[in-house]
């Protein structure tokens, strides 16, 4: 728990570039349907708020910003082509960070607005840094008293995503509470132009996080001006989604992660080839990979084959914990031994080796520190080895929840604690009812739980493992029928599918070592498969074992079909369409729920 560094990847020929065009990015942010508030308003049927970028951005020659003629003509163009019926107002954002003059309304609502919309855009200087989020939660506010019956924010900006902040969840929070109490239901659609592509991730994230689409990225001016006529002089309003749901749910693609023997890969875009995180020398392997409640940062460990002698229970690997922050690539690392890790929310965890508990790792790449949680057992005296908690993350509505079982407490009345974001833990699975927890549902109400039915996993020694799996409702104590695939097997990996139905994977588990002196399963195996309806009375065997599938938003799905030696075949399925990724996966990490 020793080191942190942090790295920047190297750039591609086109991020060395970034500085050379003029990088104008149009974030159109549409909100349709009849929304009555009851309030005094501008009596116009549609209304739109033009959002300027109005920081500074840096230029070939060393000025302080650049030409504003590509936003000025684009918005000149729009403004000056809505209907003399339509109340247009203007708002730039760009400033300091914390200062309350960060954003500014330059032109209020009124109709026939569009030539002093234009002379104010032109008449904008650059300064200061990218306030973005400041601008939309202002812009929101400024549709308050609006009652006409479409509204929207048009967002110009030549940035891809706010410079005080890479954390989208407190903004997208934020959002939804403006929305919801002023009554506003805003569906966001983002159009970038010149944006590079280490921007381009920014911009996507953005989006993720407010529900859109993928945005579009136009290259001339001329599409820049036709994107934004689109969306301010729409065909059709009636085409717009009349009631867009709040609930931070849309159907967008969400990214994904793999490891092969030695790398780790991510998929950000279901359009783009997939990229290598990490790509690992002989004697060092890829361990496991979380994601952040907000997926703007993806966290990995690298473990080393050696490790280091520990008594008689053979060797404690050694390796890495590193977290990269997806907007501009940068990695930070830690040294680690044997450490399992999770996000609780936006926080980066660990279980610490040698019983010290978790740890927490800040974004910036600082020192790791313990993290006290409240309402965890205390940790057994004297001397450990290898971690004290197992870890694991699931995704609950907007949420990420983070579990914890801890190895070394058999007295406490739960063996599974559900832990906050702020430090604090809950029992949710109470001993007398299940020791190992395999699973957690959508809601959190019910888990996927497994008992030793034959054998041990104690030091030194490795046992077949015979274990028996269930379904459990922890509140009431209601629980399924058992499936047990016979002596030897042991549950290796279990889910719950957006239908309610739980799944539980088994693979045998006998005397085997692998180079670190620990039991583990024989992945070289078929694997035997299980299913369970909600409400159903029996599992069901699963004839398609090999196969599994990964709903990853945006009409996809990662698909993939386990081949000889224990390794899979990767592919991305959608619209009619289907690719192969990669034909050597050991693991899927996806960004999503199950």
């Not at 500014?104 to 989020?133: F, S």
């Not at 989604?241 to 030695?262: E, I």
């Not at 699931?394 to 906050?420: I, M």
């Amino acid at each position: 728990m020793t080191t942190a560094t942090a790295t920047a990847a190297e750039p591609s020929g086109s991020r060395w570039r970034w500085w050379a065009v003029p990088a104008v990015l149009l974030a159109v942010v549409a909100a349709a349907g009849a929304l009555i508030l009851g309030r005094a308003g501008s009596g116009a049927e549609h209304r739109v708020v033009f959002l300027v970028d109005a920081s500074a951005v840096p230029s070939p020659d060393g000025g302080k910003g650049y030409d504003f003629a590509d936003i000025s003509g684009a918005v000149a163009a729009s403004a000056l082509n809505a209907a003399d019926d339509d109340a247009l107002s203007l708002r730039r954002f760009g400033g300091t960070c914390d200062a309350s003059d960060n954003t500014a309304q330059l032109v209020p609502a009124a109709t026939e607005n569009g030539r002093p919309i234009v002379d104010a855009a032109r008449g904008l200087e650059p300064t200061g840094r990218a306030t973005l989020h400041s601008g939309i939660l202002a812009a929101v506010d400024d549709l308050a008293e609006s009652d006409a019956a479409h509204n929207r924010i048009i967002v110009i900006t030549a940035h891809g995503a706010d410079a005080c902040t890479d954390n989208t969840t407190e903004f997208d929070k934020e959002l939804r509470e403006r929305l919801d109490s002023s009554g506003l239901r805003l569906d966001f659609r983002f159009v970038g132009h010149r944006v590079p592509t280490a921007e381009q991730r920014a911009l996507t994230k953005t989006a993720t996080a407010s529900d859109a689409p993928r945005p579009v990225f136009t290259d001339t001016a001329e599409e820049l001006t036709g994107a934004l006529q689109e969306f301010v002089v729409p065909d059709s309003y009636e085409a717009l989604p009349a009631d867009v749901p709040t609930s931070g749910t849309g159907d967008v693609f969400h990214p994904f992660a793999w490891t092969t023997a030695k790398e780790v890969r991510l998929l950000e875009d279901p359009e783009a080839e997939p990229r290598t995180l990490a790509s690992l020398d002989s004697e060092t392997n890829p361990g496991t990979v979380a994601w952040s409640e907000d997926r703007t940062r993806i966290a990995w460990t690298e473990m080393s084959e050696a490790g280091t002698a520990e008594s008689l229970i053979g060797y404690v690997p050694e390796g890495s914990i590193r977290l990269m922050n997806l907007a501009d690539d940068t990695v930070r690392t830690w040294d680690c031994e044997q450490c399992d890790i999770a996000f609780a929310g936006d926080r980066l965890i660990s279980a610490g080796p040698g019983g010290t508990g978790l740890w927490a790792y800040p974004a910036d790449g600082g020192a790791p520190a313990q993290w006290r949680v409240e309402g965890l057992p205390a940790m057994p005296s004297g001397e450990l080895h290898g971690p004290a908690y197992v870890l694991s993350s699931y995704r609950q509505g907007e949420e990420l929840v983070a579990y914890v079982r801890p190895l070394y407490d058999d007295t406490s009345a739960h063996s599974v604690y559900r832990l906050t974001a702020d430090g604090a833990a809950q029992g949710v699975l109470p001993r007398r009812l299940a020791e190992n927890f395999q699973a957690v549902d959508h809601d959190g109400a019910r888990m996927i739980v497994s008992d030793v039915v034959v054998g041990r996993d104690a030091a030194g020694s490795c046992e077949p493992m015979s274990q028996r799996t269930k379904v459990l409702t922890p509140d009431s104590g209601e629980e399924s029928v058992a499936v047990a695939p016979g002596a030897g097997w042991a549950p290796f990996d279990a889910w719950f599918t957006a239908d309610g139905s739980a799944h539980v994977s088994y693979l045998p588990y006998r005397t085997q070592r692998i180079a670190t002196g620990s039991c583990d399963f024989v992945r070289s195996e078929d694997p035997r498969v299980y299913a369970l309806e909600e409400g159903a009375e029996q599992w069901v065997a699963v004839s398609d074992a090999k196969r599994r599938v990964w709903d990853v938003g945006g009409g996809s799905q990662a698909v993939t079909v386990l081949g000889e030696g224990g390794t899979a075949t990767l592919t991305l399925t959608g619209e009619g369409a289907e690719r192969t990724l990669d034909g050597a996966v050991g693991e899927l990490f996806p960004s999503s729920a199950p």
